[in-house]
């Protein structure tokens, strides 16, 4: 029997050695794929994600198109949020009937009791976790609290999130009662998933980048910092913290007690180093929309990426002559404590070939 091939994933994001650089795609289970809207023509999206043979199999499908190096768990960020007593719907976005902006509302909401409320989500990891191939690991994902408060408050998907932002401002202290409930929920919520076979826990900031530092640090850091505390004392998987648009606020996450970092594009991955330090792996981060480039640029684009990530990791143990060298070079090699991906979410549009030339270009290249 050969030995079970160890997951490069989970060794990166440990920032151990790896044959090859990881990669897996933000929203890799969804539209841009047909089997995923043959099902969705037949099924809701809430039910995909309420019945666990149907979110399993939902999020095995990009893994029988591509190598990759992860699967994500198929739900939302706003299943477990359902629980606790709002009432929101998929239109397929999150839709609040009743946003919720008061503090009988907060005090109104149910503590999350994973096993009673979303068994399911836990039901839904076992049956992928025995299905998954070898070396692949399943990661758990929750919203970070500022990103479902921002839902929660706004009712409805928004730009701008300008009701949510200016109740920050007009009601803080609502603002901190709601976000330590939810950090709470996200903490049993996410414990709950690694007991039940999740390898990893990455939490969604999707939307932590609209807010100035001031008003990141008082509302979405401090919140995030309870449910990772929490997740600290109660679990030992590898934590994601993705900050969608963070370039400004990266020296404010340096600090935050996870393994990894994901970031956007608008930052260079050697740039984000910098701020980060040698204690954390970055995870990222191409423009979505680089997947609609020639499959020539694809790969260039690509490189850029895997060189940056090379720069930032040479940099971060002190070894800066070799990186000089190495640009001049043009050398591209697994950089340690780097996982590829994309800087946000898979548009919708685009094309699953395109997926699998950069998945394989990214292995190709580093391994
Ligand atoms: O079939 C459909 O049309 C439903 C669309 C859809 C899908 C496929 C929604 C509604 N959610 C999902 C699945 C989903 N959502 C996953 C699992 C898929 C995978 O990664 O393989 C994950 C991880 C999410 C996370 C999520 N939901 C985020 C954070 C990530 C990000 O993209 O920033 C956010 C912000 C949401 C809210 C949400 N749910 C659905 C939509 C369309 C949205 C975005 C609404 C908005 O633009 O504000």
Request: charge should be neutral; aromatic fraction near 8%.
């Amino acid at each position: 029997m050969s030995p079970p091939r160890e997951s490069t994933f989970l060794a990166a994001c440990r920032r151990q050695a790896v044959a090859h650089t990881p990669i897996w795609v933000m929203r890799q289970a969804g539209r841009y794929l047909p089997e995923y809207r043959e099902l969705r023509a037949k099924v809701d999206f809430e039910s995909l994600t309420r019945q666990p043979e149907l979110a399993a199999e939902v999020t095995l499908q990009p893994l029988r198109r591509f190598e990759l190096d992860a699967a994500i768990l198929f739900s939302d960020i706003m299943t477990p949020v359902q629980s606790l007593g709002v009432d929101l719907t998929f239109e397929p976005a999150p839709v609040v009937r009743n946003p919720i902006r008061t503090d009988t509302q907060i005090d109104a909401l149910h503590e999350l009791v994973p096993e009673r409320d979303v068994p399911f989500v836990l039901r839904s990891i076992q049956l992928i976790r025995p299905n998954l191939p070898r070396g692949v690991p399943l990661i758990g994902f929750a919203g970070g609290p500022f990103t479902l408060l921002c839902y929660l408050v706004s009712g409805r998907p928004s730009k701008e999130f300008d009701v949510a932002r200016s109740f920050l401002y007009a009601q803080p202290q609502s603002a901190e009662r709601l976000l330590d409930r939810l950090a709470d929920a996200m903490a049993a919520y996410l414990h709950a998933q690694a007991a039940a076979g999740a390898q990893a826990l990455m939490l969604f900031e999707s939307w932590g980048g609209l807010l100035g530092p001031g008003a990141f640090d008082r509302f979405a850091l401090r919140a995030v910092r309870r449910t990772v505390a929490a997740l600290r004392r109660s679990t030992d998987v590898p934590l994601i913290y993705y900050l969608n648009q963070g370039s400004a606020l990266m020296e404010r996450v340096a600090d935050l007690d996870v393994d990894v970092i994901g970031v956007d594009w608008r930052t260079p991955l050697g740039k984000v180093r910098q701020v980060l330090g040698p204690h954390k792996a970055v995870q990222g981060n191409l423009d979505p929309a680089a997947l609609f480039s020639s499959p020539e640029d694809l790969r260039r684009h690509a490189d850029e990426v895997l060189r940056e990530a090379g720069r930032a990791a040479r940099e971060a143990s002190g070894d800066i002559e070799r990186s000089r060298e190495a640009r001049g070079s043009g050398e591209i090699r697994a950089a340690p404590g780097h996982i590829f991906n994309l800087g946000h979410g898979i548009w919708p549009n685009t094309d699953p070939d395109s997926v699998a030339r950069l998945v394989d270009h990214v292995h190709e290249r580093t391994g």
